[in-house]
C-alpha cells in the first residue's frame, strides 16, 4: 500500500464535498482523508499502485482546488 501526504488547499467541508466523488471513483485510491484543522489541510491518500502528487493535483485541480507534496 502507497500513502501520499499532501499539503492542499481543501479546507471547508464544502471542498471536501467537491472532490470526494472523484477521489472516490479513481480506481488505484483505496482511502483518503482530509484534516481540514490542521494549517496545511493535509490530504492522505492510500493507493494499491504508485501516484504521484502531480497525479493528484491533475484528479482535483477541474474543482478549482490544489495539492502539493508536504515538505518534512
Known amino acids: 500500500m502507497n500513502v ?27 482511502r483518503w482523508t482530509v484534516d481540514r484543522e490542521d494549517c496545511d489541510h493535509v490530504l492522505r491518500i492510500e493507493c494499491h499502485s504508485a501516484l504521484s502528487d502531480s497525479d493528484i493535483d491533475a484528479l482535483i485541480r477541474p474543482y478549482g482546488l490544489y495539492c502539493e507534496d508536504l515538505p518534512e
Request: glycine share 0%; hydrophobic share 40%.
Open 4 to 30: 501520499l501526504i499532501l499539503k492542499s488547499n481543501i479546507c471547508s467541508r464544502k471542498k471536501v464535498r467537491r472532490v470526494a466523488k472523484a477521489l472516490d471513483s479513481h480506481p488505484v485510491i483505496e
